[in-house]
C-alpha cells in the first residue's frame, strides 16, 4: 500500500465518516484517498482531482476497490467548486491538499523536476499546459529570473544566478542547469541548485497562486464542522495557509488601534492546530521527504 506523506494524521484530521462526501484535491496516487475511503466505508463518497494524467491513471487502479464511491477527475483543485456542482454536490465534509511536487514526479526523470538526472526542461504538472520551465530559463529577462529566484527560492545569490542563466543561453537540460547555478552558489546542506529548481517549478505552475485562489473556495465548499487539511513543503506555501487560517478565525479585521469594527468580517473557520503538525521521526527515517512537511488543520464553523 503506497502511504504519502504524514497519512495517519490526514486521516485523524478529517475524521471521515460513513454518508459523507470528501475531497482530495490533490489525489496523486491515491494514498490519502485510499485512507479516507477505507475509513469512511461503506458509504463514505470522494472527489479525487488531478491535473497530472499519470497520477490520474495510477489513483484510478489504486483505487478500484472503491470504484462505486470514488469519482475521479482530471481537473485542478482551483476548480473544485465547479466538479463538485458537476456531481450534485453542495457541500463536502472534508478536504485535503497535498501541496507541491510529488514522489512519483520526482521519480520520473523525462518530467524535468530532479537534477538527479538528465532531461529536458519541463517541470509541468500538466503536461497540456504551455508554459514550461524551459520557456522561463532561456525567454524571460534576466530580471524577471532574478525575482522568481529570490521570491519562490529565496535564493540569496539570485542576481548572480540569473545573469549566469542569461549568459549561458540556451539552457536545455536539467544537468546543464545544475552545473551552471552550483558554479554561482555556495554549497551547504542542499544541492546549490535546489532553490532554483524549486522557484522554477513554482512558478512554472503557478503553484501559490493557486494556492491564494483556492483556499477560500475550499472554505466555501465544507459544510458545518467540515475540515481542511492542508500539507505544505516549504515556507512560502506555509506561510499563505497560516496567514488565510488566521484571517479567516478572526471577527474582525481592523487595526487594533480603531474603536469601532467597520469591516464586517466573520470568522469562518476554527483552527485545530496553531502550530503545524509534523513528521514522526520514525516517518522521515522511511521517507526523507516527509522532513519538511506541515500540517494545518481548520473547521468550517457551525454559524
Request: charged residues 25%; aromatic residues 6%.
Amino acid at each position: 500500500m503506497h502511504q504519502p506523506v504524514l497519512y495517519q494524521e490526514i486521516i485523524h484530521a478529517i475524521r471521515p465518516k460513513s454518508d459523507r462526501r470528501y475531497l482530495d484535491g490533490t489525489l496523486g496516487a491515491g494514498g490519502h484517498a485510499y485512507g479516507l475511503l477505507e475509513a469512511s466505508a461503506p458509504a463514505g463518497r470522494l472527489l479525487g482531482l488531478d491535473v497530472d494524467p499519470d497520477a490520474i491513471t495510477l489513483a484510478r487502479h489504486y483505487l478500484s476497490p472503491f470504484e462505486n464511491r470514488v469519482w475521479i477527475v482530471r481537473s485542478s483543485y482551483t476548480a473544485l467548486r465547479r466538479e463538485m456542482q458537476a456531481l450534485g454536490w453542495m457541500t463536502v465534509d472534508g478536504i485535503v491538499l497535498d501541496l507541491g511536487v510529488s514522489s512519483m514526479q520526482l521519480d520520473r526523470a523525462a518530467r524535468g523536476f530532479s537534477f538527479r538526472e538528465d532531461a529536458p526542461l519541463d517541470m509541468r504538472f500538466n503536461p497540456e499546459q504551455v508554459l514550461t520551465a524551459a520557456e522561463i530559463v532561456n525567454d524571460w529577462s534576466e530580471k524577471a529570473l532574478a525575482d522568481i529566484l529570490h521570491r519562490f527560492g529565496e535564493e540569496r545569490r539570485a542576481r548572480q544566478v540569473a545573469r549566469a542563466i542569461v549568459q549561458a543561453r540556451p539552457v536545455r537540460t536539467t544537468l546543464q542547469l545544475a552545473a551552471l547555478v552550483a558554479k554561482v552558489t555556495r554549497g551547504g546542506r542542499i544541492h546549490p541548485a535546489t532553490r532554483t529548481f524549486q522557484a522554477l517549478r513554482i512558478a512554472t505552475n503557478r503553484e501559490l497562486e493557486s494556492l491564494l485562489e483556492v483556499l477560500p473556495q475550499a472554505v466555501e465548499a465544507l459544510a458545518p464542522e467540515g475540515r481542511l487539511a492542508v500539507i505544505s513543503f516549504h515556507s512560502l506555501e506555509d506561510r499563505i495557509v497560516k496567514q488565510f487560517f488566521r484571517r479567516e478565525s478572526q471577527d474582525c479585521l481592523c487595526p487594533p488601534e480603531q474603536p469601532v469594527c467597520t469591516c464586517g468580517h466573520q470568522a469562518a473557520i476554527r483552527r485545530v492546530n496553531r502550530k503545524p503538525i509534523q513528521a514522526s521521526e520514525e516517518e522521515v527515517a522511511q521517507n526523507p521527504r516527509a522532513r519538511s512537511a506541515r500540517l494545518r488543520v481548520a473547521e468550517k464553523l457551525s454559524t
